[in-house]
Nanobody, 123 residues
Framework: QVQLVESGGGLAQPGGSLRLSCAAS????????MSWARQAPGKGLEWVSHIYSDGSVTQYADSVKGRFTISRDNAKNTVYLQMNSLKPEDTALYYCAKDRAASAAGTREYDYWGQGTQVTVSS
């Protein structure tokens, strides 16, 4: 069965960094685009970043562009989110998601989600 397990969240100071990981299993990871999304307290789900199945193309929400970097290691079945210059408004539960289509670009529609990892940015 498909499993997505996020890790790496925690408490960071404003201006600090965290690196999230999402370990995938139960499907051919290298065939699927992957994304990160987040949900802040009392708010809806916000798409954060997307990476093609081969890692050749990455996309970002305007709110994180220039600060966050998505990457993947298909040999390790893992997708990462490097978060730099963190702001209090980045505080949220961060989820990784598997695209529903086995294509390089994906559809940015998702059929599996992880359980989330909490990121809190506070001094």
């Amino acid at each position: 069965q498909v499993q997505l397990v996020e890790s790496g969240g925690g408490l960071a100071q404003p201006g600090g960094s965290l690196r999230l990981s999402c370990a995938a299993s139960g499907f051919t990871f290298s065939s699927y685009a992957m994304s990160w999304a987040r949900q802040a307290p009392g708010k809806g789900l916000e798409w954060v970043s997307h990476i093609y199945s081969d890692g050749s193309v990455t996309q970002y929400a305007d709110s994180v562009k220039g600060r966050f970097t998505i990457s993947r290691d298909n040999a390790k079945n893992t997708v990462y989110l490097q978060m730099n210059s963190l702001k209090p408004e980045d505080t949220a539960l961060y989820y990784c998601a598997k695209d529903r289509a086995a294509s390089a670009a994906g559809t940015r529609e998702y059929d599996y989600w992880g359980q989330g990892t909490q990121v809190t940015v506070s001094s």
